[in-house]
């Protein structure tokens, strides 16, 4: 399978941008931070691309802690279940959420595909 995986005419149209692949907006997004199972939040989805995402935590997530989610995206009734490792944190937008940059470790082959389909099909749809 050919994921969406560069920025393809991106680079051309926005040479500053340092990002590895294309972000497209999701949905929502159930996590939990490794051991702790008990205390899933929810989140919603700043952006997403096949190699990870950044979130609105209700909650600052230290670096390189380990995240297991289950990803909804707009149009899909299932969710996309993948482990990831924070790669960054900050204060957010909004008060009391955080951006938490999400780099995704495991997810299956399935999963990917239906990513990188989701990443085609809206990442356009906001120009």
Aim: hydrophobic share 35%; glycine share 8%; charged share 30%.
């Amino acid at each position: 399978m050919d994921y969406i995986t560069n920025m393809g005419d991106q680079q051309e149209r926005f040479p500053n941008e340092k990002r590895r692949s294309p972000r497209v907006g999701g949905a929502m997004v159930e996590y939990y931070v490794e051991r702790q199972e008990s205390s899933e939040k929810k989140a919603f989805i700043k952006d997403i691309c096949i190699h990870g995402i950044c979130i609105y935590a209700p909650e600052s997530v230290e670096a390189e802690k380990i995240i297991y989610m289950s990803v909804f995206l707009f149009g899909s009734e299932v969710s996309l279940e993948a482990e990831g490792m924070v790669v960054w944190n900050k204060p957010g937008e909004y008060v009391g959420y955080h951006n938490v940059g999400i780099e995704f470790t495991k997810m299956s082959e399935e999963d990917k595909t239906r990513l990188s389909e989701h990443i085609e099909a809206n990442l356009y749809k906001d120009e």
